[in-house]
């Protein structure tokens, strides 16, 4: 089992350009969730997803959409990049939802110019 | 809306000294969580905690929940350079969606 991954790894963006993020995971859970990771601010939680079809605004999502089409896979989309979103993403699953363990992904370091 | 406050920021340490990080929630929280993150790398659970005064241990490692359910602890016995990390803590109240404490920066310097 692969768990959690996320493609791209590191990107640069400049300002203005729109990019997506892909995140998958081969667990067969139904809980998908995107965070971003800023110094010194810990996780904070951009968009989630209780299953395939379904998404939900988390603590920071202006500037960001996100889809989940298949069970699989949760996008998350910048439409057009800004400096203030230069930050790490990462992406999580779980089986139980919130109240069980979340299985984190790599990550991927964004920088917007 | 809820608030995890985590202390300390950072903490450095001589191997095999004790280590302890502390976690505290403005609510009533239904679990909390802790999780690793080593340098460079992404968070990894290492336990969750749901009754009040809960305590768990693993190996040097020993959590705790408080009686009232709005606070725990995470305590290092002797310290190794393995440790070295972030640790955060994520509380649940009511809502959908874990909040983490901005985590503790552990050092361990040999």
């Known amino acids: 089992n692969a768990g959690v991954t996320q493609t791209p790894k590191f990107r640069v963006l400049k300002t203005g350009q729109s990019m997506t993020l892909l995140c998958a995971q081969d667990?067969?859970?139904?809980?998908m969730y995107w965070y971003r990771q800023d110094p010194g601010m810990g996780l904070r939680l951009i968009h989630y997803?209780?299953?395939?079809?379904?998404?939900a605004k988390g603590e920071v999502p202006d500037g960001y959409n996100v889809s989940r089409l298949k069970k699989q896979n949760f996008l998350l989309g910048l439409e057009s990049a800004a400096p203030s979103q230069t930050s790490v993403y990462f992406c999580?699953?779980?089986?139980?939802?919130?109240?069980?363990?979340?299985?984190f992904g790599p990550g991927t370091r964004l920088t917007v110019l | 809306g809820q608030q995890v406050m985590q202390i300390p920021q950072y903490q450095h340490v001589q191997e095999g000294e004790d280590f302890t990080t502390y976690c505290n929630s403005s609510t009533t929280l239904s679990n909390i969580q802790w999780y690793k993150q080593r340098p460079g790398g992404h968070p990894v659970f290492l336990i969750q905690l749901v009754k009040s005064g809960e305590v768990k241990k693993q190996k040097r490692l020993t959590f705790q929940f408080g009686e009232a359910k709005k606070n725990s602890s995470l305590h290092i016995t002797a310290t190794q350079t393995t440790d070295v990390g972030t640790y955060f803590c994520?509380?649940?109240?009511?809502?959908?969606?874990?909040?983490f404490g901005k985590g503790t920066s552990l050092l361990v310097t040999p």
């Open positions: 667990m067969n859970h139904e809980y």
């Open positions: 994520a509380g649940l109240d009511s809502g959908y969606a874990l909040n």
């Open positions: 999580a699953s779980s089986y139980r939802g919130v109240a069980g363990e979340q299985f």
């Open positions: 997803s209780v299953g395939e079809g379904t998404t």
